[in-house]
């Protein structure tokens, strides 16, 4: 392993370097160098100096004076000492519990119920496990039963109890401008539901996202028999057609195509973001942490080539940036060199530096034949995936690391194609009633298909639009329902694997909202049957009839339908002729003040759906940690050839259409790529999404929907504050993350090794008795965190965490319990390896903070627990300034909204709601902990080893995150703390963290002669 920068361990500590702890890196170091801005990699003196003056400034603010005088100081002292008596003794308001008359089953107030449910995102199904306090749902966590999040869950998944809960959602029923009722809409549905089945539905269209729920395809297959001239569309703006067009090309028809990493040794991904958020992401995303186990025989190898940072890319053992336009010729040179039949002689003029590497590649998949795997994102044309699929099965993957299987839509559709042909058709007066279900086109179409204009045309004269908001699309509708979220709504889904779900109802609707399966109920002459019923009757046609009751509440209760999976298609190879019918495009010429342009969905807020949801604003996001906006993301090259630096307002012009966007110079760019994300730019998203960023959806075109060139870029003089959090929390030049190779770590030469500090240190043992039983403790695995942010998320919804607004991120006033901080490595701006480390409260044994609290709000537990008592915080913030973990959050103002009523049944009734002028941070969720030791106590046993599990760490889809008690040696954390890669942080201060973490691994430079990029 890397030999580790330390003090010399035969030469005794100064209290100098006691209290400085590691200094940064001298001249002339030839250690790693890790860095997280442009502007640090580059600083002179003048970046510190910066940050100095920053933060001078933010005392300065706080204080009102530049130093404070001693006489300041004794008069704050004396102060804390005097609130701290005032504060600890409030009187708590005189009120009447209520019991039940009769109680009901299960319900014991103050415990938690769980049931299972599942969502729909995209057109794939994910399995939920969702907490319920007092039929409030409060939490949610992922269904270990189900197969495709196998207990994680991702960011959007957790933030779903805020949408919720949403005060901005749509209350009630409107026609044409005014409030109306949905019993008025049933009869307006009825009378409709006569005419158009009298003229065979002629006129009639519906337009969907795509759609998951085998109820709702069976209606609309119903509807169409019942109307056989309407017609079904179906939109995502992050949709597959690519993907199943691509499989038409090569095998003749459409399939979904599956990838399992598990069964895989070397990996590549061309412009493909497998561990970020698509169908089986979270599936995607265990896989690979479980095959880059250190201790594996042979831990899986990835390479990727994209033309912007991604989770997967930057996970990579090697990444190279290349443009989207050039990533088909990657392709088409990588299958030369496998000598794939049919494979296309493409000008690679453009990717000649990067030859040696792609036949090195080549030789690396031929020797893991069967075991190896080429992925081609969604971003790419047709052609790409048609060729990748050639690829796979020259390699032998389709039926090992690639499998087919039927599409889960009723008549897969080219999505795109299907929206241009319903604006025609509008235009030219062939539809007359368009119902819109939960989409939303007059914002997420492309720009050339003006649907805000189409829409309002006069021959349409009926635009029913249900959605969770009164958006864009529901401004302009004759008649808008406010849509039943999917947890008040009955309903079923299917995965992309064929796992199918059902979706129960866990409160009842908030605003009266409906589903679309009510809907199309109502069309259908159904109207008045539940939606529980409308579901069971869908089920009992799929299901034996003797066992229905059994397998319908088994399904209920585990979250899984026992359906067999659809079959899949047996291993067929794409034939020359088939690859000869596919027309190669020609290659892309950029003029000379031309650029490429890159669409991709926002990774917080993904297409715009997500833009009224405070938690996913605020997550910085994992690559350029910017919060509260989007940019535009350009190389460090072309920003210094242009002129342009961060923050600096530009004009992106792409086909005559204009719009102002800042710039964000991003380390791993294409040189020659713009890269702008979906999403914002809403003008009816709610409070909290309205006028945030620019609208990259007025660039994007229904021909080039996810990249193109032509892109024309000026600069101007303006600016726009950008809230980057990729500065906040510094560690003053101390060694964040610990990277060596997994050759160095089974073969350690020497020197190599962790040597752990002197055990020194200037704090003394807390005075409390330390527990027998129980030392709770927390490992994290570098070597698996992907940097995804979901651990921050779920951390935020368990802990009732606030949001603080744009301005105060600015000023470094975030309140996340657990940050993810993002680290470069190297001298290479153009594209440097890139580290993730999740860091929450280390709950260290001698807690710097403890001994400074005035007032003892934050204490040592016996059983190892830093701990805070909110009502004796009087502010002071000593801690927070003597955490050298920067872990510690102080509400400045009220942040916490305590007066909108449907966020108060969002808080979690077991952690305290803080409030202005208290500090607070990660708990090790010690409501959890209390929960598991009320439990054992009442079964009279001890708390197991691996019982209690955090918030963060039952999110975490990589399972990087491991919390047990340290005084259990069967315990997951106590195994991981003997791991020869476990390394505390800041261990050289002598803090003893109860919080470790385990080195990252990587291939290096071991299957090429060539710098590892990842």
């Given at each position: 392993?890397?030999?580790p ?19 940064a890196?001298e001249a ?19 970046f ?11 005392q ?10 001693r ?5 704050l ?13 409030g ?23 769980f ?7 995209g ?12 039929g ?31 005060p ?62 309407a ?9 597959r057609?690519a ?10 028809s459409a ?25 089986a992401?979270?599936?995607h ?22 033309p ?63 075991k ?22 020259a ?5 090992e ?10 008549a897969?559709?080219?999505q795109?194609?299907s929206?241009?042909?319903?604006a025609?058709?509008?235009e ?39 959605g ?12 808008h ?19 199918c ?7 009842e ?10 809907v ?6 159904e ?12 089920w ?9 009751e059994?397998t319908?509440?088994?399904?209920l ?14 291993a ?36 715009g ?8 604003q ?25 002129g ?27 040189e020659?790529?713009v ?37 024309k ?53 807390p ?5 027998e ?22 951390c ?30 190297g ?51 000593y ?18 909204d ?6 108060q ?10 409030m ?22 009442v ?33 997951s ?5 003997n ?15 109860r ?20």
């Amino acid at each position: 392993m890397m030999k580790p920068q330390v003090a010399d361990l035969d030469k005794p500590l100064t209290l100098t370097e006691l209290m400085r702890g590691a200094a940064a890196p001298e001249a002339g170091s030839t250690g790693p160098r890790y860095w997280r801005s442009l502007s640090e990699l580059a600083d002179d003196g003048a970046f510190s100096e910066q940050a100095r003056t920053a933060a001078a400034r933010a005392q300065a603010a706080i204080f009102g004076l530049d130093d404070s005088s001693r006489r300041k100081f004794l008069t704050l002292m004396g102060a804390s000492f005097a609130l701290a008596g005032v504060t600890g003794c409030g009187v708590q308001p005189l009120e009447k519990i209520v019991p039940y008359v009769e109680q009901p089953e299960l319900i014991v107030p103050g415990k938690p119920l769980f049931f299972a449910t599942a969502s729909s995102f995209g057109g794939d199904g994910v399995g939920l496990l969702v907490e319920s306090q007092m039929g409030r749902p409060t939490k949610i966590e992922g269904n270990p039963s189900h197969p495709t999040s196998r207990g994680a869950t991702d960011i959007f998944a957790q933030a779903e109890v805020l949408n919720l809960y949403d005060p901005d959602r749509s209350q009630v029923v409107v026609h044409d401008g005014r409030v109306d009722t949905w019993e008025r809409f049933l009869r307006f549905a009825i009378d409709l539901r006569e005419r158009k089945k009298a003229e065979r539905g002629r006129g009639l269209r519906l337009l969907t996202r795509s759609v998951a729920s085998p109820t709702e395809l069976d209606q609309i297959r119903r509807l169409r028999e019942l109307m056989p001239e309407a017609k079904w569309h179906s939109y995502e703006p992050v949709n597959r057609d690519a993907s199943r067009k691509g499989a038409e090309l090569a095998l003749g028809s459409a399939f979904e195509v599956g990838y399992h990493l598990e069964k895989a040794d070397v990996v590549v991904a061309l412009d493909a973001d497998l561990l970020g958020r698509g169908p089986a992401g979270l599936r995607h995303a265990r896989a690979f942490a479980d095959r880059r186990d250190p201790d594996g025989e042979s831990p899986l190898r990835l390479y990727a080539f994209e033309p912007t940072p991604t989770l997967t890319g930057v996970a990579a053992d090697r990444r190279t940036p290349v443009a989207s336009a050039d990533v088909l010729l990657v392709l088409a040179a990588l299958a030369r060199a496998l000598k794939v039949e049919g494979a296309p002689e493409l000008d690679g003029k453009r990717i000649e530096p990067h030859a040696a590497a792609i036949v090195a590649l080549a030789a690396e998949l031929e020797a893991a034949k069967g075991k190896a795997l080429v992925v081609v994102g969604d971003g790419q044309p047709a052609e790409a995936h048609a060729l990748a699929l050639a690829v796979n099965a020259a390699l032998g993957a389709i039926g090992e690391t690639l499998t087919l299987a039927p599409p889960a839509e009723l008549a897969p559709v080219d999505q795109t194609a299907s929206l241009v042909e319903l604006a025609r058709d509008i235009e030219s007066g062939a539809v007359d009633t368009l119902f819109v279900l939960g989409a939303n086109p007059v914002y997420e179409a492309p720009s050339d298909l003006k649907m805000g204009d189409v829409l309002q045309n006069p021959k349409l004269t009926a635009l029913i639009h249900l959605g969770l908001h009164n958006d864009e699309t529901g401004a302009i509708s004759h008649w808008h329902i406010p849509e039943a979220h999917f947890l008040e709504a009955w309903g079923d889904v299917r995965s992309a694997d064929g796992t199918c779900s059902l979706q129960q109802p866990l409160i009842e609707p908030l605003y009266q909202g409906r589903s679309a399966s009510d809907v199309l109920a109502a069309l259908l002459g159904e109207v008045g049957v539940p939606g529980q019923e409308l579901v069971r009757s869908y089920w009992r046609t799929r299901l034996p009839a003797e066992t229905f009751e059994q397998t319908w509440r088994k399904a209920l209760r585990d979250g899984v339908v026992d359906l067999p999976a659809p079959a899949e298609k047996a291993a067929e190879t794409p034939t020359a002729a088939k690859l000869d019918k596919v027309q190669w495009p020609g290659p892309a010429v950029l003029a000379a003040d031309e650029l490429e342009i890159v669409f991709r969905p926002d990774p917080t807020i993904w297409d715009g759906r997500y833009a009224n949801n405070g938690w996913l604003q605020e997550l910085p996001k994992p690559l350029t940690t910017l919060t509260w906006d989007n940019a535009a993301l350009v190389s460090p090259a072309l920003a210094k050839r242009l002129g342009l630096e961060d923050q600096q307002v530009v004009l992106l012009e792409f086909r005559s259409s204009i719009v102002e966007a800042p710039v964000l110079i991003t380390p791993g760019q294409a040189e020659d790529t713009v890269t702008v994300h979906l999403g914002y730019g809403r003008a009816r998203a709610g409070r909290v999404g309205n006028g945030i960023g620019f609208d990259a959806y007025r660039l994007r075109r229904s021909d080039a929907p996810w990249a193109a060139v032509g892109l024309k870029l000026t600069a101007t003089t303006k600016r726009i504050p950008l809230a980057i959090t990729q500065h906040h929390h510094r560690t003053e030049g101390r060694e964040p993350v610990k990277v060596t190779t997994f050759a160095e770590y089974k073969h350690p030469g020497e020197g190599h090794g962790h040597h752990p500090h002197p055990d020194g240190s200037l704090y003394p043992d807390p005075p409390v008795p330390q527990s027998e039983d129980y030392a709770w403790g927390m490992a994290i695995d570098l070597n698996r965190c992907i940097g995804c942010g979901s651990c921050t998320i779920a951390c935020q919804s368990e802990n009732n965490i606030p949001i603080v607004g744009k301005d105060q991120v600015l000023n470094s006033r975030e309140m996340h319990w657990i940050r993810v901080d993002r680290y470069y490595e190297g001298d290479d701006e153009a594209n440097p390896a890139t580290h993730f480390q999740p860091v929450p409260c280390m709950h260290c044994e001698k807690a710097p903070c403890e001994l400074v609290c005035p007032v003892e709000a934050t204490t040592h537990s016996d059983e190892g627990l830093n701990e805070m008592t909110y009502n004796r915080c009087v502010g002071t913030r000593y801690c927070g300034n003597n955490c050298p973990y920067k872990v510690r959050r102080f509400n400045f103002l009220e942040y916490t909204d305590n007066t909108t009523p449907s966020l108060q049944l969002l808080r979690n009734p077991d952690v305290t709601v803080r409030m202005r002028g208290v500090m607070e941070k990660c708990t090790y969720c010690v409501q959890r902990i209390n929960e598991a030791r009320q439990n054992a106590k009442v079964e009279h046993r001890k708390v197991g080893g691996d019982e209690v599990a955090t918030a963060c760490q039952a999110a975490c889809p990589t399972r990087a995150i491991v919390f047990g008690n340290l005084l259990d040696p069967e315990s997951s954390v106590s195994k991981l703390r003997n791991s020869p890669r476990n390394y505390a942080l800041l261990e050289e201060l002598g803090t003893k963290p109860r919080t470790t973490y385990l080195t990252k691994l990587t291939h290096g430079a071991e299957a090429h002669e060539e710098p590892r990029h990842g």
